[in-house]
Antibody
Framework: EVQLVESGGDLVQPGGSLRLSCAAS????????MTWVRQAPGMGLEWVAS????????YYADSVKGRFTISRDNAKTSLFLQMDSLRAEDTAVYYC??????????WGQGSLVTVSS | DIVMTQSPLPSPVTLGQPASISCRSS???????????LNWLQQRPGQPPRLLIS???NRFSGVPDRFSGSGAGTDFTLKISRVEAEDVGVYYC?????????FGQGTKVEIK
């Protein structure tokens, strides 16, 4: 059974940093692209970033480019999102997802990031 | 970026009755590989999103057959043949043809 478990969400001040983790199990992690998608309170879904299966190619939404970094550790079957220079508008639940062609077929339960002073 | 636009349901749905949600993309979702990467996701209250249908009409594992998808090019539809109580939630269409992936604004399904 595929499992994705996010952690690391917290309350952080504007301008601060946070690192989210996503522990994956139940599938061959190193064979799949992975992604982060977020959802602001009461709002819809927004794609944040994706990474290829070996970690050599990364892609970002314009809204986070230059501030967020997606990475992975295939040996530890883990996905990460380093978030720097956080803004109030980054407040959201962040979901990690396992990518199949053109979609995410499994999603974690999410990790809440709140950016506020 | 590709803009995804969903239609709202006109009113709460009666249990056992059909429901239909429309989604339109600002450009064709036909990929160079010939596939059309239009997906439907369900988000029940307090839950993460769940993939229902991929590539217009392919039901994901475990999805009841009362859910079906159709369409082509830029116009797509999700149909629930007989709405059940567990179908309450928000439904999103999503394009996976190109990055950035983009989502419709969501359509809420409520039971009368």
């Amino acid at each position: 059974e595929v499992q994705l478990v996010e952690s690391g969400g917290d309350l952080v001040q504007p301008g601060g940093s946070l690192r989210l983790s996503c522990a994956a199990s139940g599938f061959t992690f190193s064979s799949y692209w992975m992604t982060w998608v977020r959802q602001a309170p009461g709002m819809g879904l927004e794609w944040v970033a994706s990474i290829d299966n070996v970690g050599s190619a990364t892609y970002y939404a314009d809204s986070v480019k230059g501030r967020f970094t997606i990475s992975r550790d295939n040996a530890k079957t883990s996905l990460f999102l380093q978030m720097d220079s956080l803004r109030a508008e980054d407040t959201a639940v962040y979901y990690c997802g396992k990518v199949i062609t053109g979609a995410a077929d499994h999603w974690g339960q999410g990790s809440l990031v709140t950016v506020s002073s | 970026d590709i803009v995804m636009t969903q239609s709202p349901l006109p009113s709460p749905v009666t249990l056992g009755q059909p429901a239909s949600i429309s989604c339109r993309s600002s450009q064709s979702l036909v990929h160079i590989d010939g596939n059309t990467y239009l997906n439907w996701l369900q988000q029940r209250p307090g839950q993460p999103p769940r993939l229902l249908i991929s590539e217009i009409s392919n039901r994901f594992s475990g999805v009841p057959d009362r859910f079906s998808g159709s369409g082509a090019g830029t116009d797509f539809t999700l149909k629930i043949s007989r709405v059940e109580a567990e179908d309450v939630g928000v439904y999103y269409c999503m394009q996976g043809k190109q990055l950035p992936w983009t989502f419709g604004q969501g359509t809420k399904v409520e039971i009368k």
